[in-house]
């Protein structure tokens, strides 16, 4: 049975920082063939993507909202995949969701077939 468990969220100042990270069992495949994703949900908001890195991570998507604070790596090896976020700020706050998609990389949520259940991540100003 596939399970992606996410980790790592909380209470963080703006400013701070927080890892995230999603450990993955039971896929199909070897999870070195799955390309990892991203997304977050605020109350009353739609799903938006945050950040996507390929199978063999030298691709990696990021959202322009968190370019340039938030990173996205992978441990095949470990089978985790992980969003470093620093500097965050308030409008970071929101549900943390990892996908996998057996694939390339993708933006979109609608291309990714296995998901977390998500973690709370919250951003105090």
């Known amino acids: 049975q596939t399970r992606l468990v996410e980790s790592g969220g909380g209470l963080v100042q703006a400013g701070g920082s927080l890892r995230l990270s999603c450990a993955a069992s039971?896929?199909?495949?070897?999870?070195?063939?799955?390309?990892m994703g991203w997304f977050r949900q605020a109350p009353g908001k739609e799903r938006e993507f945050v950040a996507a890195?390929?199978?063999?991570?030298?691709?990696?998507y990021y959202a322009d909202s968190v370019k340039g604070r938030f990173t996205i790596s992978r441990d095949n090896a470990k089978n985790t995949v992980y969003l470093q976020m620093n500097s965050p700020k308030p409008e970071d706050t929101a549900v943390y969701y990892c996908?996998?998609?057996?694939?390339?990389?993708?933006?979109?949520?609608?291309?990714?077939?296995?998901w977390g259940q998500g973690t709370q991540v919250t951003v105090s100003s």
């Open positions: 890195i390929g199978r063999s991570a030298s691709t990696t």
């Open positions: 996908a996998a998609r057996s694939g390339f990389a993708s933006r979109e949520a609608e291309a990714y077939d296995n």
């Open positions: 039971g896929l199909p495949f070897t999870f070195r063939n799955y390309a």
